[in-house]
């Protein structure tokens, strides 16, 4: 009689278990669902114009997702408003970059890695200043300095990549969302040096 009680107690506690897990693995799913759909929510969320702009971009996710905050509320989606908030992404990226450098400046104990650090903020401030410079030649329409201003960040933010050792770049990330943003707005400009007309 004691077995048949102590088996039945097994047989509870075992199924209690499997229903706590069940329920575990239907939350996880729900879960998984809702992540889904609001992702596929905020996708369906952006402007046509917009997806078809960033689609031509070297990183078209990044494009369409990034730079949503920075455009004008209720202003005309083209090229060029694109183009401006995506300078306005770069330049906050810009100074995102010095905080960053700075930070680890302070938490270093090495006299090269300081001496890395600070050229690369010097050369994440000339960026910020061949941003200004590109935002000033849009509107103007001088779209040989606006490549030439985009195309030295490239370069600047390659130079600060190479100061350090392969693979031992504290700031690569940085840097990667900095040659991200550049890249599509060189991109993007394309199209406002050369319009052309994108279906909605």
């Given at each position: 009689?004691a077995?048949?009680n102590?088996k039945?107690?097994?047989?509870?506690?075992?199924?209690a278990?499997l229903?706590s897990?069940l329920?575990l693995?239907n939350?996880?799913?729900?879960?998984?669902?809702?992540?889904?759909a609001a992702a596929?929510?905020r996708?369906e969320?952006?402007?046509?114009t917009?997806?078809?702009?960033?689609f031509?971009a070297?990183f078209?996710?990044e494009?369409?997702?990034?730079?949503?905050?920075f455009?004008?509320?209720?202003?005309t989606?083209n090229?060029q408003?694109v183009l401006?908030?995506?300078?306005?992404l770069?330049?906050?990226r810009?100074?995102k970059?010095?905080e960053?450098?700075?930070?680890?400046?302070?938490?270093?104990?090495?006299k090269e890695?300081?001496?890395?650090?600070?050229?690369?903020?010097?050369?994440?401030?000339?960026i910020?200043?061949?941003t200004?410079?590109?935002a000033e030649a849009?509107p103007?329409?001088e779209?040989?300095k606006?490549e030439?201003q985009?195309g030295?960040m490239?370069?600047?933010?390659?130079e600060?990549e190479a100061v350090f050792?392969?693979?031992?770049?504290p700031?690569r990330?940085v840097?990667l969302?900095?040659?991200?943003?550049?890249?599509n707005n060189?991109?993007i400009g394309n199209?406002v040096?050369?319009p052309?007309?994108?279906?909605?």
């Amino acid at each position: 009689m004691a077995f048949s009680n102590k088996k039945s107690t097994i047989l509870f506690i075992f199924a209690a278990a499997l229903s706590s897990l069940l329920s575990l693995i239907n939350v996880e799913a729900t879960s998984r669902e809702l992540q889904g759909a609001a992702a596929a929510q905020r996708s369906e969320e952006v402007d046509p114009t917009l997806k078809r702009l960033c689609f031509s971009a070297e990183f078209p996710h990044e494009c369409a997702s990034a730079v949503v905050p920075f455009m004008e509320s209720g202003g005309t989606i083209n090229a060029q408003s694109v183009l401006q908030a995506g300078l306005k992404l770069l330049a906050q990226r810009c100074l995102k970059a010095i905080e960053q450098a700075e930070k680890l400046k302070k938490e270093s104990k090495s006299k090269e890695m300081t001496d890395q650090l600070n050229f690369c903020e010097d050369q994440y401030r000339t960026i910020g200043n061949s941003t200004k410079q590109a935002a000033e030649a849009l509107p103007a329409r001088e779209f040989n300095k606006l490549e030439s201003q985009l195309g030295s960040m490239v370069t600047a933010i390659n130079e600060c990549e190479a100061v350090f050792p392969s693979g031992k770049s504290p700031i690569r990330d940085v840097n990667l969302m900095l040659k991200m943003a550049v890249k599509n707005n060189l991109n993007i400009g394309n199209f406002v040096a050369m319009p052309i007309i994108i279906n909605t």
